[in-house]
């Protein structure tokens, strides 16, 4: 069926790095952009980034912009998400979700995976 | 990149109607037709309800309804069931490549 399965999360301390990553199947990869969207304990979402299904353009929040990197590997049906410099309010379920290509809808979504910073 | 305005709660009894409004501006919310609805139960992901300001994905109830005037967006649950009870956040485009979420609204079935 289709889906996206979050893996990757963990603790890691101020500063730290860490990789996210986003395995879709059900569906064909290269024709659908996937969005990061994250979720601070007890708070609402807040989109992160997403990137054209060609690769060609990337788009991030203000709050990552300069830390995280997205990108996507189709060989494997994969999307990436690059952390560098995490600060402790970067501490959040990570989800990634579907473009349903209806104005910017996410129309599947994973489970999500937490990542937590703290020393 | 500041929220969409939502109201922090709202409520009514089964069988009544609510309707959770989502304020933005020229940027966003009034300058497409790109507003989403998402439906978030405590500890699940969130489920996408509206799509385009008034379109219901397959398989979401038809008492779930979309609509926008000017810079603010508005869904309506109608016939509130208890299983209607959880978040709602509105999402939107904006300028330039982004997309930004309203701050949710805790829905209560009294």
Same mark, same amino acid.
């Given at each position: 069926q289709v889906q996206v399965v979050e893996s990757g999360g963990g603790v890691v301390q &101020? #500063? #730290? +790095?860490?990789?996210?990553?986003?395995?879709?199947? !059900?569906? =064909? *990869?290269? +024709?659908?952009? =996937?969005?990061?969207?994250?979720?601070? &304990? #007890?708070? !609402?979402?807040?989109?992160?980034?997403?990137?054209?299904?060609? !690769?060609?353009?990337? *788009?991030?929040? %203000? +709050?990552?912009? #300069?830390? *995280?990197? =997205?990108?996507? %590997? +189709?060989?494997?049906n994969t999307l990436y998400l690059q952390m560098n410099s995490l600060r402790a309010d970067d501490t959040a379920i990570y989800y990634c979700a579907r473009d349903g290509q209806a104005g910017y809808d996410m129309d599947v979504w994973g489970q999500g995976t937490t990542v937590t910073v703290s020393s | 990149q500041s929220a969409l305005t939502q109201p922090a709660s709202v409520s009514g009894s089964p069988g009544q109607s609510i309707t959770i409004s989502c304020t933005g501006t020229s940027s966003d919310v009034g300058g497409y037709n790109f507003v989403s609805w998402y439906q978030q139960h405590p500890g699940k992901a969130p489920k996408l309800m509206i799509n385009e300001v008034s379109n219901r994905p397959s398989g979401v109830s038809n008492r779930f309804s979309g609509s926008k005037s000017g810079n603010t967006a508005s869904l309506t649950i109608s016939g509130l069931q208890a299983e209607d009870e959880a978040d709602y956040y509105c999402s939107s485009y904006r300028n330039a490549g982004s997309v930004v979420f309203g701050g949710g609204t805790k829905l209560t079935v009294l």
């Amino acid at each position: 069926q289709v889906q996206v399965v979050e893996s990757g999360g963990g603790v890691v301390q &101020p #500063g #730290g +790095s860490l990789t996210l990553s986003c395995a879709a199947s !059900g569906f =064909i *990869f290269d +024709s659908y952009v =996937i969005h990061w969207v994250r979720q601070a &304990p #007890g708070k !609402g979402l807040e989109w992160v980034a997403f990137m054209w299904s060609d !690769g060609s353009q990337k *788009f991030y929040g %203000d +709050s990552v912009k #300069g830390r *995280f990197t =997205i990108s996507r %590997d +189709s060989s494997k049906n994969t999307l990436y998400l690059q952390m560098n410099s995490l600060r402790a309010d970067d501490t959040a379920i990570y989800y990634c979700a579907r473009d349903g290509q209806a104005g910017y809808d996410m129309d599947v979504w994973g489970q999500g995976t937490t990542v937590t910073v703290s020393s | 990149q500041s929220a969409l305005t939502q109201p922090a709660s709202v409520s009514g009894s089964p069988g009544q109607s609510i309707t959770i409004s989502c304020t933005g501006t020229s940027s966003d919310v009034g300058g497409y037709n790109f507003v989403s609805w998402y439906q978030q139960h405590p500890g699940k992901a969130p489920k996408l309800m509206i799509n385009e300001v008034s379109n219901r994905p397959s398989g979401v109830s038809n008492r779930f309804s979309g609509s926008k005037s000017g810079n603010t967006a508005s869904l309506t649950i109608s016939g509130l069931q208890a299983e209607d009870e959880a978040d709602y956040y509105c999402s939107s485009y904006r300028n330039a490549g982004s997309v930004v979420f309203g701050g949710g609204t805790k829905l209560t079935v009294l």
